[in-house]
């Protein structure tokens, strides 16, 4: 059974910074791309970021570029993203995802496996 554990979300005022993980299991970690999803209330959910199997590809987007960093540690079958400068509008849950293929998360398809999701709020 595939799991995705996500960690580190919490209150921060604008400006400061969180660092989520998700850890997997279940999985053969490397094949996977793995990424972060996020749905604010009333929102749809959207794409933040992912990293592909090879660590050679990544996406941001564009509301989050320069601001969050996406990595991956497959020796502990853990993704991480860092989030600097964080604002109001960057308060939603934080779903991670993974897949097999790159594919499912830039098209109108989904990833296959979810975590429970992190609430992040971000607000002085």
Do not use: H
Request: charged share 20%.
């Amino acid at each position: 059974e595939v799991q995705l554990v996500e960690s580190g979300g919490g209150l921060v005022q604008p400006g400061g910074s969180l660092r989520l993980s998700c850890a997997a299991s279940g999985l053969t970690f490397d094949d996977y791309t793995i990424g972060w999803f996020r749905q604010a209330p009333g929102k749809e959910r959207e794409r933040v970021s992912f990293i592909s199997s090879s660590d050679i590809g990544t996406y941001y987007s564009d509301s989050v570029k320069g601001r969050f960093t996406i990595s991956r540690d497959n020796a502990k079958n853990t993704v991480y993203l860092q989030m600097n400068s964080l604002k109001p509008e960057d308060t939603a849950v934080y779903y991670c995802a993974a897949d097999f293929f790159w594919a499912n998360f830039v098209g109108s398809t989904r990833p296959d496996y979810w975590g429970q999701g992190t609430q992040v709020t971000v607000s002085s």
